[in-house]
């Protein structure tokens, strides 16, 4: 999961980028957590979500994304939602133990 660069500022990224984040939303992630592991804006990726549900998504024209690119996203994305889940579940304990007292 790349992200082609132009010669503006602004970047392009390629479809499977953009398809592996919508499958981050779709996964259960919310947009803004998803745009964070991913380093992009979250309205960027709301309107992906957006079009791949109305069947435009589109992206740049680049080179394909090799394997190991896609297992280091998948990877990226498995830490950031188990990190999200100790998390809850760290304050889910630290509230039960302190109501128990």
């Known amino acids: 999961m790349t992200k082609a660069k132009t010669s503006s500022t602004r970047a392009r990224y390629t479809l499977e980028f953009k398809r592996e984040a919508v499958r981050l939303v779709e996964g ?8 964070q592991t991913l380093g992009v804006v979250s309205q960027t990726l709301f309107n992906w979500v957006k079009a791949q549900r109305q ?12 394997a190991e690119q896609m ?8 830490l950031a939602r188990v990190t999200m889940e100790r998390d809850i579940l760290g ?7 302190k109501a128990a007292k």
Do not use: H, M, N, W
Request: net charge positive; no cysteine.
């Open 55 to 66: 069947g435009k998504l589109t992206g740049a024209d680049s080179k394909p994304v090799s």
């Open 28 to 35: 259960g992630q919310s947009i803004a957590a998803a745009a």
């Open 71 to 78: 297992e280091i996203s998948r990877l990226r994305a498995e």
């Open 91 to 97: 304050k889910a304990t630290a509230y039960f133990a």
